[in-house]
């Protein structure tokens, strides 16, 4: 633990010390690379390491609750990230920001590690681990001994697809993907969005502390199951709730002035910093404007045709679709929602929050749970960083292109629905009670 944070602090210290492309070229990027991947490896240390600490440490009644806060530390270090750059927003200008400012978060980490190595150089070792250590069994390869046998495989997958997937994707929307959807489809104002996620993230604090505390009384299990039913219900509907809520404009332009997209190729590449065909540009911009539309196909070797309801626009004019949208009621400039509408979206957020709280909460002391000391840190935290890394990192990047192939800036939320389903399912068929049981 001791390692992972000063490789944590090292790395995000380096990013905000290192020097542009304009004066190293090339080694630049590399180098910044490098430094996420030190991240990487610093996080990969510290999950598995602090819910097992503990959990060791923690009554076997009482082990959801006191693991809860390593969840809510999770959000907690989301919403410090926001405090840091809405601070330094303030004391410099967005020009200054955007020349050297954006280094201050980066180099605060220094702050951080002096107050982490404090707390961490007066922990002593679990009781767990010394027994473990002078009984002489301790592994001599956790890897190996974590994959050795199927009904070890078997669990690692289990908590794989079953536990770190889901929760992963739910947390990653309720926080990440909740910020993006609404500064670029509903055009709220960078601040107001990032004030709003911060309200509604600060007010969610409680829910991973609350069903941390349930799930030793009814069921890491049954906790998870129910919060990723409601998940699969009431995804769209929240989203739907704070759309209406955010720009209003929007999305009664929508109804009455649809748009449609007529071309002969079509096609979106996720790929691609610009779109090959000149229809595929046009899905790109209205997708990244958060306008809605659908596609239609037109004979080979046709020019695209954009219509608004029902009106041909000039699609060679950017300033032309733009100026048709606007005149449509569509709201493409960035704006700042009143009081009663931000209370709104921060209650859509806090209801989300609620889901994550339900599939997160509980989850580091299921973890532990799962596996037998010898191999404990190694087991939990493959298919725990697999799951954030793959299910989590890729969300933003399928979920843009399900909105660009579809048209539906809502329809990114299928990612996230369809991946709770996947763990509800293996959650429900493989995934064993572990509540109230004694660690060895």
């Known amino acids: 633990l001791t390692i992972s944070i000063v490789g944590m602090a090292v790395a995000t210290t380096c ?49 959801g609750l006191y693991t809860s806060f390593i969840q ?26 955007e020349a050297w400012g954006w280094r201050i978060p980066f180099l605060f980490s220094l702050v951080l590690l002096g107050i982490s190595l404090w707390i961490r150089l007066k922990l002593k070792e679990s009781p767990v681990f010394k027994a473990m250590k ?26 794989l697809f079953g536990v ?25 104002e960078d601040d107001a969005a990032r004030l709003v996620i911060g309200v509604g993230a ?13 799930s030793d009384r009814l069921g890491r299990r049954r906790i998870i199951l129910t919060g990723y039913v409601l998940t699969i219900a009431l995804m769209f509907p929240i989203f739907h709730w704070m ?41 790109d911009a209205l997708s990244r404007k958060g306008v809605a539309y659908r596609t239609a196909k037109l004979t080979e070797g046709s020019a695209p045709v954009v219509t608004i309801g029902g009106t041909i626009v000039d699609v060679d004019d950017p300033a ?36 994550s709280g339900m599939t997160y909460g509980p989850a580091a002391a299921l973890l532990v749970e799962m596996f037998p000391a010898r191999v404990r840190y190694t087991s939990m935290s493959v298919p725990y960083h697999i799951g954030t890394g793959y299910f989590g990192g890729f969300l933003p990047f399928i979920s843009q292109y399900m909105v660009a192939r579809s048209g539906d800036p809502f329809a990114g939320l299928w990612y996230t629905v369809g991946v709770a389903a996947m763990a509800l399912v293996v959650t429900l ?12």
Request: aromatic share 10%; with cysteine.
């Open 15 to 63: 990013m905000g010390l290192l020097p542009g492309y304009a004066s190293i070229g090339v080694a630049a990027p590399i180098l910044l690379v490098l430094c996420r991947i030190l991240q990487g490896l610093a996080l990969g240390g510290e999950y598995g390491g602090a819910a097992i600490y503990v959990a060791e440490h923690a009554p076997s009644d009482r082990r």
């Open 72 to 97: 809510s530390g999770v959000v907690g270090g989301f919403l410090l990230s926001l405090i840091v750059v809405l601070g330094a927003g303030l004391v410099i200008s967005d020009a200054e920001f």
């Open 134 to 159: 002078e009984a002489g069994q301790v592994a001599r390869n956790p890897l190996r001994e974590s994959f050795d046998s199927w009904p070890k495989i078997r669990m690692v997958l289990v908590a």
């Open 164 to 188: 770190a997937a889901g929760l992963t994707v739910v947390w990653y929307t309720a926080q990440f993907q909740a910020l993006y959807f609404l500064q670029n489809s509903l055009r709220l």
């Open 202 to 214: 600060l007010f969610s604090l409680g829910w991973f502390i609350l069903f941390g505390w349930l």
């Open 243 to 283: 759309g209406n809520a955010a720009n209003p404009d929007l999305a009664a332009a929508m109804e009455r002035f649809p748009v449609v997209v007529r071309g002969s190729d079509c096609s979106y590449d996720p790929f691609a910093k610009q779109q090959a065909t000149a229809c595929g540009r046009i899905l």
């Open 320 to 355: 032309a679709l733009d100026t048709a949208l606007t005149a449509a009621g569509y709201r493409l400039d960035k704006i700042t929602p009143s009081f009663g509408a931000g209370l709104r979206i921060a209650l859509g957020i806090i209801a989300i929050g609620c889901l």
């Open 429 to 440: 068929l493989w995934l064993p009670e572990t509540a109230g049981k004694e660690l060895e």
